[in-house]
C-alpha cells in the first residue's frame, strides 16, 4: 500500500487559511488502511481545523467524506459536482489522488493534507516499513522476495557490501542489513548457492528518472476516438 501520514495540523490550517468553506475529502483504500485519511481521520480534521479557526478569532465551514478511491476519474466523477460546491478540498489521499483530482477536476482548488511517504506493508499496529521503490524491473526473484534495492542502504545487487555486524546494517544500527536477511532466507530455502551467480548492472532505465513514467497496455485500452 501507499503508506502517508497527516501532515502536522498547524500546517494545514496555514494551507487552507485563505478559505471559509472547504471540504475534507478521505480516500477509502489505502490511507484509510494506514490510519491517514480515512473517514474517521476525515471527520477528526475537519473538527479540529473548525477549532482551530474558532481560536484564532475566525470561522471555518467544514464537510468531510470519504469516496471509494481519489486516484481514479470514475469515483473522483461521481462527487465531481458535489466538490465544486467549495471554496476548496482538502485531499487526505496520497500525491497521487491529489493530482487526479487536480487534473479532472482544473477548475476546483484541491490542496494536500497528508505527506505521501512510501509503498510498504505494516510490520505491527502504527508501524510500517517501506519495500518497494517502483524500479519498474524487479529482481524479487533473485533474492526469494526481500528487495535490495528498496531495504539495502546502498541498493547493492551484489551484496552484503561488508560492513553489516550482527545483521544490522553499518548505515543504522535500527537497520536490519537487507543482505543479511536475504542471505538467512535463501539459506533456509536451501537455495544461498544462487548467490554465487553475479548479477550485471541493474537496468535503471525502467527506474524514475527523467519525468513521470508511463505504463500504455493496448491490450486493454479502450480506443474511444479522441
Ligand atoms: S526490485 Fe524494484 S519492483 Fe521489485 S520490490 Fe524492489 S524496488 Fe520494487
Ligand atoms: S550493511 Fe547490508 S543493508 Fe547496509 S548497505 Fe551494506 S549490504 Fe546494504
Known sequence: MIVAERKPLSQIAEIMAPYKRICVLGCGSCVTVCLAGGQKEALETATALSIQRQ?????????????????????????????????????????????TIASRLPEIIVLPGLNTHFMGYPLE???????????????????????????????ILNGPCGGSQDGKCEISKDLDCAWHLIHERLQ???MVSTLQEIQPPKNWATSHHGGPRTIVREDVRIDNGE
Open 125 to 155: 499496529q502504527g508501524v510500517w516499513i517501506e519495500n518497494c521503490l517502483g524500479c519498474g524491473d524487479c529482481v524479487l526473484h533473485l533474492t526469494q522476495g526481500i528487495c535490495p534495492i528498496t531495504r539495502c542502504s546502498k541498493s
Open 55 to 99: 481560536n484564532t478569532g475566525g470561522t471555518l465551514e467544514t464537510e468531510a467524506f470519504t469516496i471509494e478511491r481519489q486516484c481514479e476519474y470514475e469515483y473522483v466523477d461521481e462527487v465531481a459536482e458535489r466538490l465544486k460546491g467549495y471554496d476548496a478540498v482538502l485531499s487526505l489521499a496520497c500525491g497521487v489522488g491529489v493530482q
Open 188 to 190: 533456509n530455502l536451501n
